[in-house]
């Protein structure tokens, strides 16, 4: 009910920049929480940087600083913007929903994710 779209991975030098788009799609109401997450080969997926529907983000310690989520409610649409970038930030880079609401009235219990996009920050 809820289709995930992420967007704008690929290959960058190091220091170098990308921006990750996630749009939302569906028959829902609203959408409360969107945020990153990323797996790097053999490893588990962490949270890389979350953001609520009024705009409140947290971010991973590791990407602090360099990177920035953002989001338009009207358009459904989550970004995160990947600044001074290093080989340790590669990784497929998953959208997450949560707290979605098919009705004003009524939150869905469970999590919605894409189907990632591939990061690789490499000379």
């Known amino acids: 009910q809820v289709q995930l779209v992420e967007s704008g991975g690929g290959l960058v030098q190091p220091g170098g920049s990308l921006r990750l788009s996630c749009a939302a799609s569906?028959?829902?109401?609203?959408?409360?929480?969107m945020g990153w997450y990323r797996q790097a080969p053999g490893k588990q997926r962490d949270l890389v940087a979350t953001?609520?529907?009024?705009?409140?983000?947290d971010y991973a310690d590791s990407v602090r600083g360099r990177f920035t989520i953002s989001r338009d409610n009207a358009k459904n649409t989550v970004y995160l913007q990947m600044n001074s970038l290093k080989p340790e930030d590669t990784a497929v880079y998953y959208c997450?929903?949560?707290?979605?609401?098919?009705?004003?009235?009524?939150?869905?219990?469970?999590?919605?994710w894409g189907q990632g996009t591939q990061v690789i920050v490499s000379t």
């Open positions: 997450k929903a949560d707290g979605v609401r098919f009705y004003s009235w009524s939150t869905i219990d469970h999590e919605y």
């Open positions: 569906g028959r829902f109401f609203s959408i409360n929480g």
């Open positions: 953001i609520t529907s009024g705009g409140i983000t």
